[in-house]
């Protein structure tokens, strides 16, 4: 007698959740456990439904404009910023500080962002100013 190769079409479904795995196919369900993987180490940044990560930017900068008056900042400043009132969140430096040149159409690394946005201006040496059209208005006199 002779061999067949044959295939059959299955449709299932993986669901993972916290460390574990579930596969099911039909009425079959196999849960498995994935050892050492930590929940804590892989989260992700979840903001509020309609917020993105430039919101927490540009609501940074103008935090700082008008705690300090002054209207020249580094993408550091405003990280701090957002730590702090954001400590529940997961923000990793170097996404906020490519979102900082991605809000900056002067910075020269400006043009390789796909999602760009115009809150600041590049002032060089890693500082930045926020537009004078987007200045709190307790401070459009002039700030700089």
């Known amino acids: 007698m002779g061999e067949a190769i044959f295939t059959i079409p299955v449709t299932g479904t993986i669901h993972i959740q916290g460390?574990?795995?579930?596969?099911?196919?039909?009425?079959?369900?196999l849960t498995i456990r994935i050892e050492g993987m930590n929940t804590e180490t892989q989260k992700r940044l979840h903001l509020e439904r309609g917020?993105?990560?430039?919101?927490l930017v540009f609501d940074a900068a103008q935090t700082y404009v008008e705690d300090t008056g002054a209207n020249e900042?580094?993408?550091?400043?405003l990280y701090h910023i957002a730590i702090n009132?954001?400590?529940?969140?997961?923000l990793r430096r170097n996404s906020w500080g490519s979102h900082i040149v991605s809000c900056?159409?002067?910075?020269p690394s400006y043009h390789h962002?796909?999602?760009?946005?115009?809150?600041?201006?590049?002032?060089?040496?890693?500082?930045?100013?926020?537009e004078p059209s987007l200045?709190?208005?307790?401070t459009e006199t002039g700030v700089r």
């Open 19 to 29: 460390d574990s795995l579930t596969i099911k196919i039909m009425e079959s369900v």
């Open 51 to 55: 917020k993105t990560l430039f919101d």
């Open 73 to 77: 900042f580094s993408a550091a400043d």
């Open 85 to 90: 009132k954001h400590s529940d969140l997961n």
């Open 104 to 107: 900056a159409p002067n910075h």
């Open 113 to 130: 962002h796909t999602a760009r946005r115009r809150y600041f201006r590049y002032l060089g040496k890693g500082k930045y100013s926020l």
């Open 135 to 138: 200045l709190p208005k307790a």
